[in-house]
């Protein structure tokens, strides 16, 4: 029933306000803004360690760690949108997905790569295209490869206003990063709620409507 309700999404058609969305990250932002710098700096000292310490094993982060450590965002910005009480440990719940959640990223990355690779075009596309990918795997139940396939379908029907949106996101980090690194503590997790708050917009009452069947 899923996909039914998001090709009629995609048939409806749908719109969002990036500067909606950008405030109300910063608010979910504020409402656990030690517990969420305190996980990015984790993160970032996990990714330090293993640059400094064990150079030869450094991709072990972004290609094992990272994706289910990140996923932990969305999973956090679920409880506070549903005003559930957040604890540290929270973060931390993306391992429970962990195969969905790194085939997702990897098969995800190769993709984007190959596409980039080869006419670069299609690379940009795939990259907007998967936004939703992990997200739609986590709350919309599919695989892989469904996750990722409704993802870009979803992304396509407004393609160009989430290359902006994403283009946003991406201009923040940068500019924290050039500021010394230390707002990355902040850009970062705003970055994984805005993507979530934007999500759970367009979707919630498709998924609610299941979990009511």
């Known amino acids: 029933m899923i996909k039914e309700r998001l090709e009629a999404l995609r048939l409806n058609g749908y719109d969002f306000d990036i500067q909606d969305i950008m405030i ?5 932002f504020m409402k656990q803004p ?5 996980f990015t700096m984790l993160i970032f000292s996990i990714q330090l360690l293993l640059v400094i310490y ?6 072990i982060h972004a290609l094992f ?5 990140y996923t932990g965002f969305y999973l956090v910005a679920n409880k506070i949108s549903q005003d559930e009480n957040v604890v540290y440990p929270d973060f931390f719940k993306g391992f429970s ?3 969905l959640v790194f085939s997702i990223w990897l098969i995800g990355q190769i993709l984007t790569a190959l596409g980039l690779v080869i006419l670069i075009v299609p690379g940009i596309y795939l990259a907007v295209g998967y936004s939703f990918s992990v997200l739609m795997g986590i709350f919309g139940g599919f695989d892989f490869w469904n996750a990722l396939e409704e993802s ?13 949106f994403n283009l946003i996101l991406v201009s923040i980090n940068l500019l924290a990063f050039l500021t010394y690194g230390l707002t990355l503590l902040v850009s970062i997790p705003i970055t994984f709620y805005a993507t979530y708050i934007l999500f759970e917009d367009l979707t919630k009452d498709i998924f609610i409507e299941e979990e009511k069947d």
């Not at 109300?24 to 979910?28: A, K, L, N």
């Not at 064990?54 to 991709?59: F, H, Q, R």
């Not at 992304?155 to 902006?164: A, D, H, P, Q």
């Open 24 to 28: 109300r990250s910063w608010q979910m």
């Open 34 to 38: 030690l517990l969420s710098t305190a």
């Open 54 to 59: 064990l150079p030869d094993y450094a991709m």
């Open 65 to 69: 760690l990272a994706p289910p450590l």
């Open 97 to 99: 997905f962990y195969i």
């Open 152 to 164: 870009r379908k979803l992304i396509t029907v407004r393609w160009w206003k989430f290359f902006v």
